[in-house]
Structures are given as C-alpha cells and as structure tokens.
C-alpha cells in the first residue's frame, strides 16, 4: 500500500503529538525552501512584492514568484476564499494552545487574572501571523483587532481573557465577512462590554462609555455627525447589555431604561427592551459615514498614512452595493489602479517582526521572551491601552527606529528568544555562502525585492570590506561574523523598514 | 595601512558619489533638540521624576514643628523644633523644619529653587504600595481608568516628527509604569547601553554604513534615522566615567545618584532628553525607622543637591519632581517605625518655583482631623503636576494625561 506524503504526514504528526512534542511539529511544519530561490532583479520593487508587502504580513522565499505565476488578481481571490485554502500545518502548531478552542465557561473556571490565558492567545495571534497560509485574512484579523481594540491589560482583576473569545467568536468568524454582522458579534462579546464598561451600564447609574466608543470608534468616526445627546440616549438604548457569571451575553432587563428614545433622529420608540440596542446597531451599520470612516481606516492601513481619495471613495461605493461587504471591498482596494503607486508605509514593530521571521523562513516555537520584544518596541498585540488601537502612522513608530534596528540585529544574529534564523542555511541552498559580494548581491534582492542601487551597494560592501580588511572569502569565522553584521544594515536598511 | 576612515573623510567620500549631495542633511554637526523641533513650538524643559518607592515618611522629612500634635503622636521618633536642643530640625518657615539628614537641600529652599507641597497624594485610599504606585503612575485615583502613564500620555500628545529617541528614558531594568504609554521611551540601566554594539569601532562602522542607507530618506523615516545616528553619536562621546559635574557636584554611586548623573551628561549633551524617571527607595520603614531612614534621605538630599548644583546654569529649563506613592502613619508604632499612611509631601525643584518653601492648607495632626489616622489629603497630586506640565513643557493635554480630573493649580511655579 502506497501512503500518500500528506497521510504520512499526517500519522506522524499525530503521533507526535499525542507524545507532546511540539518541537517535533515546529520542524517537522517548518515551510521548506523552494528548490529554485530566484528574488526578483528587477531595478524597482516588484509589483507582486509591493502586493504582498500590503496583503500579507510580507513575502516568503520564493513568493513573489509564485504569486507571479498564479496572477495578481487570483491570487487575491483565492485569499479571499480564505475557508478553502488548506491550513492543516497551521493547526498542528496550534494544538498545545487549549485556552483557543475553550468556551467562555471554561475560560471563566481558571478565576481571574490568568495570565496564561492571555499570553497563549498573543504566541498564537503571532504563529498564526508568521505561518498561516490564509494571509491576507490574517492581515484582516489585524485590522480589526485594532479597530475593535481590547486592552488585555485594562485592570489587575479582569476578565478580560474572554478577549479570546472575541478573538474566534467575532474578530475571525467575520473578518472577512459583512460589517454590520461583525460590529453586533462585536456589540454582544463580553471582552468588549467588559472594556468598554457597557458591563455596568444601568438605569439608575448610566455608563457612556461604550456608546461614545462605538460611534467615535467603531462606525461613524470622530466627526460622524452624532452629537453629545446621542451619546446618551445610545448609552440609555444599551442598559442592561452586559455579563453573566459565565462570561457570557446578557440582557438585564431590569437595568434597561424603557422610555422613549431618538438617535441620531432615529425614534426608538418606549419599551423596546433589548431591540432598542438593536435598533441602534442597524442605524450605524447603515449610516454613510460607517462606511466612509471604515473605508478611510482600511485605506490607510493597505495604502499609505495619507489615504488617497480615488481609493476610499472605490471603496465606500462597494461598501453601499454590496451592503458593507468586506471581501468586496478589500478586492476593490487591492485591484484600485492607485494601490500599485501607493506611497511608502512604515512597518510596525509587529510587522516589522513577523516579516523579518518570514523573509528569512524562520522557525518560531511561541517562546514568550519574542512577545517581550514587541512589549518593549511598544506594539504587542491587544497591549494597547486606548480603545482606538494602535496607531497607523508612521509620525508615531519611526522614532522607534533605534529599537527597530536592535531587533534587525538580534534577528541576524540569531538571537531572538524561541527563534531558529539561518542565515547560512539560506545561503548555502542557493549556493551563495562562499563570497561575500554574492552573498549581498542575493540577500539585497530578498531582502528588497529588488537590486541594490549604486548607493546602497557602494554602501554594504563598502562596510564589509572595510578597506580590504575583510576579504571576499567567507571560510574563516572573521569574515562570517563581518558578513552577519553586514546582513544587519542590508537589513536595518530602510526599504526593509517599509511594507 | 590600517586606518580607520574618520566620519569627516566617509562623509566626503560618500558625498562625492552621492547623487542627493546635500552634505548639511547628510550629517549636520550636533544640533540641540530644539533645532529639530517643529517652528513655533515652544521647547519645553526637561522633567526629571523620582519616585520614592515604599513610603516616604513625609511627616520625619518635611517637620511640622507647629502643630504640637505630632510630638505626641510621635514620642520616639518625633525630630524636634529647630529651637530645641539634640536633634532638630532645620528651619524652612515658622512652621515646618526639614530633617537634618536631609541638610543638603536647605539651601535650595532658601534660594527659592525648590517647594515642597504637603498634606499631598493620591486621593485613593490605598495603603497597598502596589496599587497606590500603580495609581500615582498612572495618573488616575483609582483602578479605573487608562493603564498607561501619565507621563507616557503626556509624551504621546506632545510628539514630533524628529523627536530624539533619548526624548524619555526611565533608569531602570524595567520602564516605570509612568512612562508606558510612550512607544519610544528606554529603559536603560546606563547611557552606555544606547549602542548598535559593544564594540566601539564597529558601532562606529555601522553608523556609518546606515548614514549612508538613509541619505535621502523621506520624513518621518529620514529624519529618525539621523535623531538617531546622532544620539548614538552623541552617547558615544559621552564618556560617563569621566562627566565631570559643575560646581564641584559629587553624585554618589546610587541607583539615584548615577540617574541623576546621566540625566545631567544627557541635559548637557543637548540629546534631545524631556524626560527621566528615576527610583529612590526602599523607604518602607516599619521597624528601626531611626537607622533605616537617615542614609536613605542622605542619599536623596545629597544626590538631589549635587544635581542642582551640576545643573545650575540650566535650573531655568530643568524641573525636578519627587513623589512618594504615601505618607506613613502619624502615630508611631510599637517597633520604632511608622506603617503605612495617606498624605505625604511632593518636591518640586526648578528656577521658577514660588519664593515659599512650603506650600500646604494644613489639616492638623489633632486625631479629629485624620482620616483613619493618617495625614489627610489636602493637595491632589495631579495638581501639582498638571501645573509644571501646563507652565514647564511644550502644549500638553492635561485632559488625556489625567482623565477625569479637573485641574487647580496651587501655585508652585512662577
């Protein structure tokens, strides 16, 4: 009998981790390298590279040609047909992480402040960032974790581990589905109650919290057109929505104000109970500035700081034909002719991160010590403690950049903690790790996408040789270590600092 | 020949082949902070916080000889009225004394370099030093609200394209929690952690190399690379072992002492610092007060003065601030020590405090008038600074860095 690879693989795997050994698995799910490595040469950035820079958290070895050859738009609409895209090695990884799969009852029986809880779910959110095959639906899942924002951190005695919840319950089931069944999953999660304190909004003793948030924040912006008596009477519509002892949904009926409401010109007339809400949830959805405020966010996040009119405007007109659907509206961005010419973007410390461990085909293990990493460069997931989420410039990161290039070097040097990255291993597979001036020429064009310029070049192998210090050779430990801090400002470089 | 190419000769080499050419925004000779700030704004001064960590005994520290109460709260441990014999305390006005082990700083009250606000704090009620740290750092006056920083909120909202990346730094393994907040800030132990390695020349050879990568890289990009290229310049010419202080200063080798030492080299270096934290403590004193308290406000008052001394000629741009997460019990307790308290005293040291040594609405130590018998609270801290960030610093926005609270200023600075 003939066991095809995949059934082999998949007992083998099944073995292994019946014996507990995920280290077996991390190797044995490891991406290979493509047999024929060739970056692209051209003098500009490949536009397939500039795509996966944006739609994905940034291209693996060999990618930008393989996505060449399927075509640009297939592509996009194979990741958006994310449910069919087979992510089998993925789950491996995932299985030692129990608190994903747990239902809030179960999360709850741990007591409070259980920080494991939280931290399975950032190692996770970061292998799924690093190896998931449904990339740019992870890009997604990014997005709206920002833009739904939980601070995992929001007191010392929380429950605000059901962010776990909200992370499988509302943030992935509708990441790319319709807006509006993404913001009432979001509008019924206990994390985003609890957050946003809508938990202990009563009658008697009404919290605006959440009601200003979800106008401000989560679907008419800042300037939406809502006034400060909106705030409230939303606030009044939403008593009573709040928490069991469970961590789940519940609608006290006995904390609800039944009188007679008006939103945003809206009446909601008396007695409404928890259709008041609901009411509510349906007037924002449909609210044209919903959808221009998203478009404009979503824009800014696969675009540039600065989100081109020509784009948004694309965008908001999908949104109103297709009622806020979300993989319409991404197909419409990343086909927009303007995308292909978008200004540069600066990475974040997350993207920073996970593309520099996907450029090099890095193994991860989920070591806490790499989420220390993004606590220090000030962006690890759900850590930020404003309910906007992080933010999406670059006025803000790029003063960060001392911290960047610590990280570029720890990464080079294979110093990251729970991280194997050879360099050497790449090096040797396309036969480039015996001369210096090969082994730049190759790591510029993976690193970039592209051929060094005069300027850059002049600059790299100019800093190896160091005057004829270091010579081409790289047989003796000198001349590797020379090549390693080399790598480093090839690396450190800032069109690698650009999505 | 084995010569390393000077910066001088790299530049001209590099420029040479360079086809942006623009030596001056290539690599401009050390410019101070406020060339980098955006026109019009105003730069603001440098803000050095010292957290006192354990509770401070504010009542042994800053005397309140006047108020014949504390003489029998505190029988033992009571230091007594400047007039009196043995161990008295120095006079600041008719009313309070300031502990002799603290002598050092007398001078600087007497020159109207320095105030102290006392009955202050957190309104928390909080005798636990984790949460009344936690709420003190964070801003606030209970669990609730923001967990970043005040100071983090602060700098977030004051921002600019250009900021130094030595703009925040808490002398710390581990960021004080004032600071989180700020994407940027550092924790350093030292300035000589702020390197791209340890080994000089090659440090040297990469800052080289990445001036090189980034000649003519946009904003914001561009313009971090060279706050950044010139803070690690400017940190490498720093030799701290051999900063020699002004006026004759003498920085111990404490924790704070050796803060204070490298804030003072990195005010002087113009790296573009705004603000430092700096932790002082254990002052948890419940037990043998008398042997624990005096080296650790020696320690305070001497580095504190040796800092105002350094840093006399910038005394019109540098504020200090000290706070202590609470004051400790009136009434002394059993085993020659004090427990944990409310109300305590906040220090503020800079050119333009108020010609007062002591700002206080006194509550009086009479047991009618504690609260739970401790020193009530009579100014919110964040008065205190909410007012140097409104009078010290560059625009802030007092309504995000203390949510809530509503801002009345006592009048500490000029």
Redesign the interface.
Known sequence: MIVSRRAFLGALLGTVAVSGCSQAIDELTQPKLPATLIPPTSENRHPIAHLLNRATYGPRPGQVADVERVGKERWIRRQLDYDSIDDKALGWKLRRFDTLKMRPDDLMSFGRNQTFIVNQLVQATLIRAVYSKRELFEVMVGFWSDHFSINHFKDTDTVIFLKTIDDRDVIRRHALGKFGDLLKASAHSPAMLHYLDNTVNEKSHPNENYAREIMELHTLGVDGGYTEQDIQEVARCLTGWSINDRGRFVFRSEWHDNGKKVVLGHEIPANGGKHDGELVLDILVNHPNTARYVSTKLVRRFVADDPPQSIVDACVQTWQVSGGDIKKIVFTLLTHPDFDIAAPKLKRPYELLVSLLRTTNAQYNGDDGLVDWLVRLGHRPFGWVTPDGYPDVATIWANNLFGYWQLEKAAIHNELPGVDLDIWDIAKHVGVERKADAMIDFFGRLFYNRRLNPTEEAAIKGFYADNGRFSQDLHNDNNRRRMLDTLMILIGGPAFQYR | M?RK?SRRDFIRA?AA???YGALRSLWPSWMPRYAFANEGSQGGDVLVCIFLRGGADALNMVVPFGDENYYRARPLLGIKPPDAHGERALELDNFFGLNRDMRAMQEMFTASHMTAVHACGSPNASRSHFEAM?VIERGTDG??G???GWLGRHL?AT???G???L?AIGWSDKLQKSL????????LRSIAD?H??GDPD?AN??S???T???????A??????Q??LQ??ETVRLIDIDQYKPANKATYDDSELGRGLKQTAALIKAEAGLEVACIDHGNFDTHVAQSQLLPPLLRTFANNLRAFHDDMLDYLHRVTVVVISEFGRRVQENGGGGTDHGHGGVVYVMSGHVVQQPIIASWPGLNADFLENGDLKITADYRDVLGEILTKRTARTDLGLVFPGHSYQPLGVLR
């Open positions: 084995n190419l590099t082949i360079s086809t936690d669990v609730a923001p967990t970043s977030m921002t600019q394209e900021d130094s990346p703009r989180h907040g700020y994407v940027s800030a550092n924790a702020f791209l390695t090659l050879d990469m080289l190399a990445l090189s990568m980034y000649q003519g890289t946009a914001p990009l561009g313009t971090a690379a706050s950044t803070a690690l």
